[in-house]
């Protein structure tokens, strides 16, 4: 069973940029596709963006596209998300998924093809 742990959260201002890291534990994480998303309070969870297994295919949010980049360092066993020209409605919990092993190329936006899901990292933007 793979476990996340998500970092990088934390307080910025408006305009400025974090880095998010999920770092699996367990088997294999070249295996899976994985995903971030994000919840905001009294929001439901929503897609942010996904990467493929071999990290050639990748998904965005429409309206994050141009701002926020997924990318992933198999040797590192760490999947990456840079967000910049942050804005105050991105507030909220960054959230790594995981989903099953699947065809390399494939990248998925839907909450419930993700098997496993992190703890969740809080994002804040304010001034």
């Known amino acids: 069973q793979v476990q996340l742990v998500e970092s990088g959260g934390g307080l910025v201002q408006p305009g400025g940029s974090l880095r998010l890291s999920c770092a699996p534990s367990?088997?294999?994480?070249?295996?899976?596709?994985m995903g971030w998303f994000r919840q905001a309070p009294g929001h439901e969870r929503e897609f942010v963006a996904a990467?493929?297994?071999?990290?050639?295919?990748?998904l965005y949010a429409d309206s994050l596209k141009g701002r926020f980049t997924i990318s992933r360092d198999n040797a590192k066993n760490t999947v990456y998300l840079q967000m910049n020209t942050l804005k105050p409605e991105d507030t909220a919990d960054y959230y790594c998924a995981a989903g099953p092993t699947v065809r390399s190329d494939y990248a998925s936006s839907r909450v419930r093809f993700y098997d496993t899901w992190g703890q969740g990292t809080q994002v804040t933007v304010s001034s």
């Open positions: 367990g088997r294999t994480f070249s295996s899976y596709p």
């Open positions: 990467i493929s297994r071999g990290g050639g295919n990748t």
